[in-house]
């Protein structure tokens, strides 16, 4: 077969599931110097402003953007024939590279967060000039409102960039401090925007033409996906009480992720079962802690303490860490077995099999570890098995990376 030209891997989205990969690999490998370093610090006070915070948040941004790129790659690949989709990629790959060096460089050189807002904005235009080419070629609902959905989670970025860039002159002073209820809804509202838009297309890949019930389920995971981050956005800039509503899109995206799971279990592989399971766990302790998250409408245990308390940061980390690693579970369990929906599933080699299994090993081992290291007084260096066990079993399902664009 003739070798693929770079347009042609551009037009499939494939390229942007490769950046994608690399971003989350690289967040993994990190962490296993960085969660040490980073929760070494215990001084809430010094943590809030000190290089420590800046380089959590970066980790935080190769997750999500890498995830992003996924997605990106995901939509990109649906209808492959648009000649627009070689700008669109290339635009999305190029603005992603730059909202994340934005902040890596940030931890360092705080002048470097005024790339992020214009990553941001080659993102939002990439999605734009894809998303109007494809209305003409008759794309569905369903992916024009997850288009429009990382569009919105975009324009935040692109505020978050610049609030960052110039915290003094750019920020609006009722945003409140960086820890304070309304910036800390902000963020999880980029990181809900594109955690939620992939499952819900995660979820479209496991549903058949007949399948009315479960494609009414995919709706209500849609609606989660779209509505947790309108809340919270709209919570963050007008009237906090409207925390109070979060509670609907938060049950509309577990009850998804629920009816995942279900379908999971009788069409696909043992390891999708439990990237879903794990996500579903999370979303789960997710909605607990959002019950005090936001100053209400309970107050948070006492044994966790203050937003910037150490056991707290200790339990923000774990919750994190199963969403991302269930999804990764998801992703890979497919990539190594082919799609969801496939009759024949792929043989599995030797390395894919322990690529799974350390996969869903660290879903385990990475809680378990950051719950032992303050039960039982251990040092901190025991938290880096965790990530560092799903990092080997991401390049073990990946043939050591030859074929990570292929999910």
């Known amino acids: 077969m003739p070798q693929e030209s770079s347009s042609d891997l551009l037009a499939r989205g494939e390229l942007n599931r490769l950046l994608g990969w690399t971003l989350v690999l690289a967040a993994l490998v990190a962490a296993v110097w960085l969660d040490p370093w980073s929760l070494a610090e215990s001084n809430k ?34 209808v492959p024939a648009l000649v627009p989709t070689r700008v669109a990629p290339s635009l999305v790959c190029g603005g992603t590279i730059a909202y994340c060096a934005a902040y890596v460089a940030g931890v360092v050189w705080p002048t470097a967060h005024w790339l992020a807002p214009l990553g941001a904005a080659a993102n939002l235009v990439g999605l734009s000039i894809w998303l109007r080419s494809a209305r003409r070629k008759g794309v569905g609902m369903f992916l024009t409102l ?30 409140g401090p960086l820890d304070g209820v309304r910036l800390r809804m902000l963020r999880l509202a980029r990181a809900a925007v594109i955690a939620l838009s992939l499952l819900t297309l995660l979820y479209q890949d496991l549903i058949r033409d007949e399948d009315r019930y479960w494609r009414w389920c995919g709706w209500i995971l849609q609606a989660g996906a779209v509505g947790m981050p309108v809340l919270l956005v709209a919570t963050a800039l007008t009237v ?14 577990l009850l998804g992720v629920l009816a995942a799971v279900w379908l999971a279990s009788r069409r696909s592989s043992l390891g999708e079962v439990w990237g ?63 799609r969801a929906t496939d009759q024949r599933p792929r043989p599995l080699q030797w390395y894919q099999r322990a690529g799974l299994a350390l996969l869903c090993i660290s879903t385990l081992l990475t809680p378990i570890l950051i719950w032992m290291v303050p039960a039982r007084d251990l040092p901190i260096t025991f938290l880096w098995p965790g990530p560092a066990t799903a990092a080997v079993g991401i390049l073990l399902c990946t043939r050591l990376g030859s074929d990570m664009s292929l999910c």
């Open 146 to 175: 997850m288009v429009l959905t990382l569009c919105f989670g975009m324009l935040l970025d692109i505020s978050m960039g610049l609030f960052a860039s110039s915290p003094d002159s750019l920020r609006p002073k009722y945003l």
């Open 45 to 78: 006070e010094v943590w809030s402003n000190s290089p420590h915070a800046l380089a959590r948040h970066a980790q935080a941004v190769l997750f999500g953007m890498g995830f992003f790129q996924l997605a990106a790659g995901r939509i990109f690949s649906s």
């Open 276 to 338: 879903w399971t794990v996500v579903a766990a999370s979303m789960f302790a997710g909605m607990f802690m959002g019950l005090y998250a936001f100053e209400g409408p309970l107050t948070a245990p006492s044994f966790l303490g203050e937003y910037n308390d150490w056991n707290r940061r200790l339990l923000r980390l774990a919750h994190a860490y199963l969403i991302v690693l269930g999804t990764v579970c998801i992703l890979q369990s497919r990539l190594v077995h082919g």
């Open 240 to 253: 906090v009480s409207l925390k109070y509503l979060l509670g609907l899109p938060a049950q509309a995206a």
